[in-house]
């Protein structure tokens, strides 16, 4: 299965909302960066980046990506090649496979959410031209994460920090003597931990300072 990307959005979020949406920090590093490596791991074959304005077409080339990247000005060029999931906006998805191709196969199709959402995404199937579809399908076991306001995007770093989406251990950590933290917690990047702080089950946000002897359990 292939993807195609539309990257020609700025973010809605303030402060941020001059910021291109790929490159829209999560987890301390760009939404379009989580986002292929997360399409290669669940077995999608090759990426177009649609509408990608300069500074997000040189973020591919920082990536240790073995899928394919291709660029496009327009959807004019392109066609479903193989199995085509199209996202007009980008977000951070919780995809089942075996679905997504059965969707496929009865036709292009906008994707709905199981209570009948409408989602930024959309199925082609192989061959056929990437016209706007006609039908509506519904997404039962698939989740799409997008944030379009400052709360939104507030969720949506949060869900992302608590599955582990991100690195577990950020850049730029400083730390006092014995920090202990178990293999269930997350820490963001730039964060400061006093002296024998405990971390278990615990999710730190990027820039995050604790105070000596902190004990913090299931806490994001």
């Avoid at 000005?73 to 997504?100: F, H, N, V, Y």
């Avoid at 920090?161 to 917690?185: H, K, M, P, T, Y």
């Avoid at 002296?195 to 300072?209: A, P, R, S, Y």
Wanted: with cysteine; charged share 25%; net charge negative.
């Amino acid at each position: 299965m292939q993807a195609i990307l539309f990257c020609d959005k700025l973010t809605d979020c303030i402060p941020l909302h001059k910021c291109p949406e790929a490159l829209l920090p999560v987890c301390g590093e760009p939404l379009l960066s989580v986002l292929l490596r997360y399409l290669e791991t669940r077995g999608f074959t090759s990426a177009t980046l649609v509408a990608a304005p300069e500074e997000v077409r040189r973020l591919p080339d920082t990536l240790p990506l073995q899928m394919p990247v291709r660029f496009a000005r327009s959807l004019a060029a392109l066609r479903a090649e193989e199995c085509t999931l199209l996202l007009r906006r980008l977000c951070i998805p919780e995809w089942d496979m075996g679905e997504l191709h059965m969707l496929c196969a009865k036709g292009a199709a906008r994707l709905l959410t199981a209570e009948g959402h409408p989602l930024p995404a959309e199925v082609h199937p192989a061959g056929s031209p990437l016209l706007e579809p006609e039908e509506t399908a519904a997404v039962r076991e698939s989740q799409f994460l997008t944030a379009q306001t400052p709360a939104e995007y507030r969720e949506l770093l949060k869900t992302c920090l608590s599955r582990g989406i991100g690195v577990r251990i950020g850049e730029g950590l400083r730390c006092g003597q014995n920090v202990q933290a178990d293999r269930s917690s997350i820490i963001g990047n730039d964060c400061i931990l006093g002296k024998n702080v405990i971390l278990e089950d615990t999710v730190l946000g990027d820039g995050v300072q604790v105070g000596d002897g902190a004990v913090l359990r299931g806490c994001t």
